[in-house]
């Protein structure tokens, strides 16, 4: 084929310039990427929504929730219907509306949410009542070693041993980002289990379980860590972050 | 393959679809193992041994003369220039492919793959994999808008063929060639 190009013709490499630049970008933006993002996000925080939907969703680049969901649609239930349940090894077992909850002592959290494939939304406020206040109300058994969370999904659990339960950053939220946690995001309540990563913050939570040992979840059982410190776990060994 | 991977993508990315569509994980996977297995197809076609005339092209795609620069630069209003089989604009477009392939198959798998990899990374890999995708997709609304305002080209990615005056007037640098060799 005698085409101009190959009689030796100057000819600028501009495909392979391209192609290769476009990696060197991509793998630079992996590095980088996780800084550039929290910037970008700082700065658009006062006008975007981190919630998962709207306008701001077709921006990319910037901190946003990804709604997942294992089965077939978001359950949903109104606040009055809502409750949630503290049995197993306890000796007074717990069945507290949404009113009685919202009446506890109440714990805020301001905390970066970690997914463990990636993505990141920096400092989401929680609202809720730590899940050592409702294992005191409800008084846990001296066999107890951890508890099981059920979601009112139908598939979804978790697992916590007592102690990790029983940290200061662990409660059951019902409120998000100064207002309540809507069903897309697990509510009316949702554990959130701040240290680690997402997949340990049940949502949709409709039971608490104290068992003698450690159940593993939905997605511990699809191979992921049972305990899923953020930074600690699911391959790593790196410092904690927030 | 593509239109999987898309597909897919949007209840993926989108909160208010996954909502509707639901099974993450199922979705998920298809659409990982769709990634995974795109440039199979395409590996086969230049590698084979009825790729001469591909490979042929990835050259024009690769090498550009002075005059398809300044084509570019002009954004095609530059008529002095001689096309070639490939206007500098897809040619562009054959490159753009080529690099999102390997880049969402890089930052796809930090993602999916992800216990290598420290946190940091894992966010850099889905912050690169959300924007590269944000612009694949204006790219394809380019080109499906192309296609369908050009319809002898539209007809040449299906039917691999165009008429020789369609040549001469649209690509004749190619079509000299075409003509020196026969």
Known sequence: MRSPRATG?????????????????????????????????????PVTSVSGG?????????????????????????????????TGLVERPLELSFDQLKGMPSTTLVRDFQCVTGWRVAKVRWDGVLISTLLDEAGVLPSARALRFDSFDGVYTESLTLDQARRPDVIAAY?????????????PVRLHVAPMYGYKSCKWLSGIRVVDRVEPGYWEQNGYDIDAWVGRSNGRDDAPTS | MFSVLVLTAIPLYFGSLAAVVGHRDVVARIHVWTGVFLPVPVLLSVLGP????????????????????????????????????????????????????????MTGAVMWWFGPFPDSWRTGATFVHDVLATFIVVVIVGHVGMALTHPASLRSMITGRVSRRWARRHAPAWADEMAAES
Do not use: C
């Not at chain 1, 409120?175 to 897309?184: H, K, L, M």
């Open chain 1, 54 to 86: 709207g306008v701001s969703a077709l921006i990319p680049g910037e901190d946003r929730f990804r709604i997942y969901t294992v089965t077939d649609s978001l359950p949903s239930m109104p606040t009055s219907q809502y409750r949630l349940s503290v």
């Open chain 1, 175 to 187: 409120g998000f980002e100064g207002g309540p946690v809507t069903s897309q995001h697990g509510g």
């Open chain 1, 9 to 45: 013709e100057v000819a600028t490499p501009v495909g392979r310039r391209v192609f290769l630049g476009m990696v060197g970008l991509g793998a630079a933006g992996v590095v980088v990427g996780s800084s550039v993002q929290r910037w970008v996000a700082a700065a658009l925080r």
């Open chain 2, 50 to 105: 009825w790729g001469r005339t591909l490979r042929a092209d990835l050259r024009r795609v690769n090498r550009w003369s002075a005059g398809e620069l300044a084509w570019l630069r002009s954004f095609g209003r530059d008529a002095f220039v001689r096309l070639d089989k490939l206007n500098p604009g897809q040619k562009l477009n054959v490159s753009f492919t080529g690099g999102s392939i390997v880049v969402m198959l």
